[in-house]
């Protein structure tokens, strides 16, 4: 052995193996840099929700509900980010005062090796005083909802107010709020229904910033067959019997409603009752005429009249005695 210590050539080799392991360890090293290059990965983690610290008792607009972000680092950190999404984005607005402000999306509980870019970087907020005020609602139904022949009667709401609460601006911008009624076509009852409160503007733009209390109320709904009143006229036929003149015609009944399509209906402009003057009697001049429901139309009412003549009897005619005596 120490032969080959003391032997020239021995030691050159050897110094040259020490020199190659050493190259090498170095180079081991400094390898990091290149294979992070290829272990590293983008992503865009897309709407993810902002919360919003700020003073309850001021209202804040303008904050969008989503941002994106856009992640750079080691695959299995960004993967990790993805897959558990337990990181928080928020806008921290608790020590700011009243009036517009460009404040910074920050993050929370994202590791230190990722580049981190949210898009957007920054919003435009407007802090403001929290109002609330009580409004009316006012019902509406879509009448294209209702049947052939029949017409919208009522709309009732309640409660027939709510309170709205949001920022002041937003609360001197409300114009209208309503409650709509949606449903399928070819309604022909009555009926009742829940519908959620819009707070609308002018321009009749949702107001999406509102709470409202209740958000949903119950509408009442009365709907009716399409139908129109008319006179009635009295049209005698027939002879009345012998020894019976009829000079006149009357009833109590002076007019009647007659339901069915709008296009039939508006066409009439009265009601002819047709009574047979052979019903009249020397004892009874009165007659009973049920009343025939006009083509095309569905129903007539009152159903039936009564109609009087007034009659003068020739005194030929004999008159039955009373069979009461």
């Known amino acids: 052995m120490d032969k ?20 090498f360890t170095v180079q081991a ?8 290059d290829t272990s590293r990965t983008s992503e865009i983690i897309e709407d993810v929700e902002l919360e919003v610290y700020h003073d309850n008792s001021l209202m804040v607009s303008g904050v969008p509900k989503t941002a994106d972000l856009h992640l750079n680092g080691p695959v ?8 558990l999404e337990d990181f928080t984005l928020f806008v921290d607005l608790r020590n700011l005062p009243m009036g517009e402000h460009q404040v910074p999306i920050q993050t929370e509980n994202l590791s230190e090796q990722l580049n981190i870019r949210v898009d957007p970087e920054f919003v435009n907020v407007v802090i403001e005083e929290r109002v609330s005020q009580e409004f009316r609602i006012d019902p509406e139904i879509n009448e294209r909802m209702l049947a052939d022949g029949f017409t919208l009667e ?36 009555s009926f009742t229904t829940a519908a959620r409160v819009r707070v609308l503007a002018e321009d009749l733009t949702k107001l999406e910033s509102a709470e409202i209390e209740p958000q949903e109320v ?3 709904v009365e709907v009716v067959e399409y139908s129109k009143v008319v006179p009635v006229r009295i049209e005698p036929i027939g002879e009345a019997g012998a020894g019976i003149t009829i000079n006149d015609w009357s009833t109590s009944t002076e007019e009647v409603r007659i339901f069915g399509p709008e296009t039939v209906v508006d066409e009439l402009t009265e009601y002819v009752v047709e009574v047979d003057a052979a019903s009249v009697t020397a004892t009874d001049s009165t007659v009973d005429v049920e009343l025939k429901v006009p083509s095309g139309a569905s129903a007539v009412s009152p159903g039936q009249v009564t109609v009087e003549a007034e009659t003068v009897v020739d005194g030929s005619v004999q008159v039955p005695e009373d069979l009461g005596n």
Do not use: Y
């Not at 050159?12 to 190259?23: E, M, N, P």
């Open 76 to 83: 299995s950190i960004v993967q990790t980010a993805r897959q």
């Open 154 to 189: 009522s709309v009732a709401v309640d409660p027939e107010t709510v309170t709205v609460t949001g920022p002041k601006s937003m609360i001197d911008a409300i114009s209208f709020v309503k409650a709509t009624v949606s449903g399928e076509q070819g309604v022909k009852e």
């Open 4 to 23: 080959m210590m003391d032997n020239r050539w021995f030691l050159r080799i050897t110094a040259l193996l020490l020199a190659f392991l050493l190259f």
């Open 29 to 36: 090293e400094d390898s990091p840099t290149g294979t992070t």
């Open 218 to 220: 119950e509408v009442a």
